[in-house]
């Protein structure tokens, strides 16, 4: 039996995130996944949000990202679109980008990381007990791991093995989407009718001079809203074809699909993301409608919130009531993706006069500025707020990428959370802090900072005079002159004093 310090079932976008992380800490961590390769059949998902390209920077990654992509405002509710240019932070906008290239360069960062892998393998079979979890895989081998963590998607094994319960709605709608070949010229773009939404475009592109530029041949994307809800199987090229035939009245002779899926409004979330030694994240956790893209960056934010926690956890720094964090703040902000994808859902139906008064209202209030900024900072993912207590505006919430000026020189602080470490910036007179009992785990930083604060949706809040931030960017103490509340912090998040 091979041992390993955390076992992460599932190597998509969250399960390389969390490895990521682990790998950071040093921490003894593998991947089991099903594909033999990272290559992923067609495009599938698509675009990052604002908070995620923060995430992706204060690990040093994000411009791999957008030398690939296509920056543009992506955030948006219920087809309304928003413009966030005005909100302060490095990265005002999303990035269009499929998740075949996501895939591809977060596992090309975890590659450098030295992670094991453990390709073209599935996860069978998984026991817990008091030390530590046993994971059987398809081609008879056992692995060993203190804690196990279950990436693997909506249909999670790892989550029904542990037994935990996945309550929510069942679907009330469902699409196919695909890509494949056609042999006549189809009708390209968006269409509604009766039944919902439908569209197709060109799969290939390229970025000119910023602009994305669209092939004029070659394969296609295809989205096409069913009259009913579609059956728990997998869908064939036959029920891509009748799809077509019924809102277009042709398939366009459609034939050599890359792939072929169904995706639909089921909504549900785990009732709790640990169990144990087992934990749960991205759409193991919670799936919903992908109305509005916010499924990836979910899971993609929940790997960092969880990373750090579980590699303290491992490594004897923290006790193992730190992971019960990672449910109490990650739980909230799924559950509140769940509603906003449900609402969103109810207003894009197709409906009559009532639902058109509906859907005019909704889109008239978001034009408004303080709407705007509120549902905006939702959707990008930039007005998360953990509940860690009363305080300043800046508790539990994003630390802002500050330029600041470390011993002379400019220092920008996503720079500082490059190595998944947690940072105590001084703000006010260099050598004020004493934090010599976690001198191994936190980094004490002397800074200058002249500029305004200032955070999405809420706008400028007080200067502090120093700022405790946890490695997942979020600040876990602010001071206000004083020293109070600090110790109490450190060894909440980081472990008692040594």
């Given at each position: 039996m091979t041992e390993h310090a955390v076992v992460?079932?599932?190597?998509?976008?969250?399960?390389?995130?969390?490895?990521?992380?682990?790998?950071?800490?040093?921490?003894?961590?593998?991947?089991?996944?099903?594909?033999?390769?990272?290559?992923?059949?067609?495009?599938?998902?698509?675009?990052?949000?604002?908070?995620?390209?923060?995430?992706?920077?204060?690990?040093?990654?994000?411009?791999?990202?957008?030398?690939?992509?296509?920056?543009?405002?992506?955030?948006?509710?219920?087809?309304?679109?928003?413009?966030?240019?005005?909100?302060?932070?490095?990265?005002?906008?999303?990035?269009?980008?499929?998740?075949?290239?996501?895939?591809?360069?977060?596992?090309?960062?975890?590659?450098?990381?030295?992670?094991?892998?453990?390709?073209?393998?599935?996860?069978?079979?998984?026991?817990?007990?008091?030390?530590?979890?046993?994971?059987?895989?398809?081609?008879?081998?056992?692995?060993?791991?203190?804690?196990?963590?279950?990436?693997?998607?909506?249909?999670?094994?790892?989550?029904?093995?542990?037994?935990?319960?996945?309550?929510?709605?069942?679907?009330?709608?469902?699409?196919?989407?695909?890509?494949?070949?056609?042999?006549?010229?189809?009708?390209?773009?968006?269409?509604?009718?009766?039944?919902?939404?439908?569209?197709?475009?060109?799969?290939?592109?390229?970025?000119?001079?910023?602009?994305?530029?669209?092939?004029?041949?070659?394969?296609?994307?295809?989205?096409?809203?069913e009259q009913h809800v579609g059956e728990k199987s997998e869908p064939t090229l036959e029920d891509l074809s009748e799809a077509l035939i019924g809102v277009y009245g042709t398939d366009y002779g459609i034939h050599s699909p890359t792939w072929i899926s169904r995706f639909t409004d089921m909504t549900r979330q785990a009732a709790t993301y640990r169990k144990a030694r087992v934990l749960l994240a991205g759409d193991a956790a919670h799936v919903h409608s992908p109305v509005g893209g916010q499924g990836l960056n979910t899971g993609v934010q929940d790997a960092q919130n969880l990373g750090w926690k579980l590699a303290q956890v491992v490594k004897g720094v923290s006790p193992d009531s730190l992971l019960d964090t990672y449910h109490d703040e990650r739980h909230p902000v799924a559950a509140r993706v769940l509603r906003n994808t449900m609402a969103q859902v109810a207003l894009t139906r197709p409906g009559d006069a009532r639902l058109d008064a509906l859907r005019d209202t909704?889109?008239?209030?978001?034009?408004?500025?303080?709407?705007?900024?509120?549902?905006?900072?939702?959707?990008?993912?930039?007005?998360?707020?953990?509940?860690?207590?009363?305080?300043?505006?800046?508790?539990?919430?994003?630390?802002?990428?500050?330029?600041?000026?470390?011993?002379g020189r400019p220092c920008r602080v996503f720079t500082l959370l490059q190595d998944a470490r947690p940072v105590l910036l001084d703000l006010g007179q260099a050598g004020g802090f004493d934090i010599t009992p976690w001198a191994d785990r936190v980094q004490l930083v002397d800074a200058d900072f002249a500029g305004i604060w200032e955070l999405p949706v809420l706008g400028q809040v007080a200067a502090p005079s120093a700022v405790l931030v946890r490695p997942d960017g979020y600040v876990a103490w602010v001071g206000d002159g004083t020293h109070d509340g600090l110790e109490e912090a450190l060894s909440r998040w980081f472990g008692p004093p040594e």
């Open positions: 992460i079932v599932g190597g998509g976008p969250t399960g390389l995130m969390l490895a990521g992380e682990l790998a950071l800490a040093r921490v003894d961590v593998a991947i089991v996944e099903r594909r033999a390769s990272q290559d992923l059949p067609g495009s599938r998902a698509g675009g990052l949000h604002a908070r995620t390209i923060e995430v992706l920077d204060q690990r040093g990654i994000a411009d791999r990202f957008l030398a690939e992509g296509q920056v543009a405002q992506v955030a948006g509710f219920a087809r309304v679109s928003f413009d966030i240019s005005d909100f302060p932070t490095r990265h005002p906008y999303g990035l269009g980008l499929w998740q075949n290239h996501i895939e591809r360069i977060l596992a090309g960062w975890v590659d450098e990381l030295a992670v094991t892998s453990y390709r073209g393998r599935e996860a069978t079979g998984l026991a817990q007990d008091d030390t530590g979890v046993d994971v059987e895989l398809s081609d008879g081998q056992s692995l060993r791991a203190e804690y196990v963590v279950g990436c693997d998607g909506g249909r999670s094994l790892i989550r029904k093995e542990t037994g935990i319960e996945f309550p929510g709605w069942d679907p009330t709608t469902s699409a196919l989407i695909a890509e494949a070949e056609m042999a006549e010229e189809p009708e390209l773009g968006m269409r509604q009718d009766a039944v919902g939404q439908h569209g197709i475009g060109r799969v290939e592109y390229e970025i000119r001079d910023g602009e994305l530029i669209f092939a004029d041949h070659g394969p296609v994307r295809i989205m096409v809203t909704v889109s008239d209030l978001l034009s408004m500025d303080e709407p705007r900024k509120r549902y905006a900072g939702m959707m990008s993912g930039l007005d998360i707020h953990y509940e860690l207590g009363e305080g300043h505006p800046l508790l539990g919430r994003r630390m802002p990428d500050l330029d600041l000026v470390t011993t």
